[in-house]
């Protein structure tokens, strides 16, 4: 109980937490200077949840009363639902949410309040509400990459015998589809969810209990407090508990591989809207205009999602740059680990669900794709198979399907099955009639059978194996 000797240092519950050593209250401009709620505001439910475990351990310890408990876990709720209608606003002067939760208790519940923090630091605090936020908001950005995988094995579902030469260095190289392409994306994106998913393992410890930096010697129960909250089980060190950043480090790196993915997708999509590929046209709902030329379509969501790709990448370097050299345990620097792990996962999250909006709405110019199937010798390699299949080794095969190529060119043609058949039986006499059948672009792609290639057996294959990877999340 508060009696009159401690309630002088205890009247204002919206001190700052740690005021009663100081004679005088802080610089206006320093508390503006530290504060951190406008930044770590947005766990305040995960803050409220942590707090209500730690209070059922208290009690369950018989630190705190029947009654006390009650009346925080009351106090905690009526603050939850009332954040939640909208009713109770964050008190921007408040140092963090912590004190913010705390002190808008207090004012509620009166000494029960002040009883809630015992045994318990902001250290482990926020390691707590950090842990806890990422597993509730992890979730919910796999659901929105698997739901464009979806869309993607959707789409290609329809294009399993759409032709698309393959490209390396930018150069036709072998003959392939839409839907091989379209899995292509969809694999890397399953990679992300998977990466997510282990991360997840990690991050699914409880370090409360560690207290500032060296436990309690208060008789606390980490393992319940653990237990109700959903955690796998307890960290191991106190120390390392509330000097521990990895898991924001190891989340910004996955959604920095993720925006990678993302932004080699949208170069693509940039690139086939253009004029001279004409692959896909986008929505104009999904595209903007020109302030100046009339005729301007451009895909910028494309190039924004690409653009953001700096953000996300320096989110990570910020990291592991303010993690640097950090002496255990907790260092204030640490305070600087939310913005950018915030405004990485938004960003991912904006890009995967802007992405999926994208490319659901827009249109395949198949003409366009197939034509761009001749022209480019795409098939020589299937030339080469042609003769590899009649016995010629491989390497020998390879150099008569490059004299046929430079037979063409010389000649003036465009692809190899301009030429006569007398033209390459002087180059070989294994050819017979049948080569041209068997080196039409579609021909080409039907051959290819091989497990993952871009046959549509193959590639049906792939969509049934996405569409099971999805049903997992
Ligand atoms: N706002 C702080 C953070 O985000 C909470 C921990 C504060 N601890 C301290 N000793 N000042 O890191």
Redesign the pocket.
Known sequence: MANEKHGTITDNNHAAL?HGRFAEGPDAAAVEFET?IH??ERMALDDIKGSKAHAEMLFKQGIISEKENSEIQNGLSSIESDLQSGKLSIDYSA????SFVEATLTDRIGDAGRKLHTGR???D??ALDERLYLRRVIPELQKNIVSLINTLADIAKNHTRSLLTGYTHMQHAQPGTLAQHLCAWAWMLTRDVERLEDSLKRVSLSPLGSG?LAGSGLPLNREFVADQLGFSGVTQNSLDSVSDRDYCIEFTSDFALLQSHLSRMCEEVVLWSTTEFGFIDLSEKWSTGSSIMPQKKNPDFAELIRGRTGKVYGDLINLLVMMKGLPLA?D?D??E??APLFEALDTVQGNVIVFEAMISSAKWNLPKMEASCFGGFANATDVADYLVRKGLPFRLAHGVAAKCVRLAIDSGLSSIEELSLSDMKNISDLFESDIFEKITPKACMEARKTTGGPSPEQTEKQILALKEFCKKY
């Open positions: 740690w951190s930044v770590d140092e963090d949410i912590h630091s902001r250290n605090q926020i500032a907790y204030r640490m305070q680990d939310k």
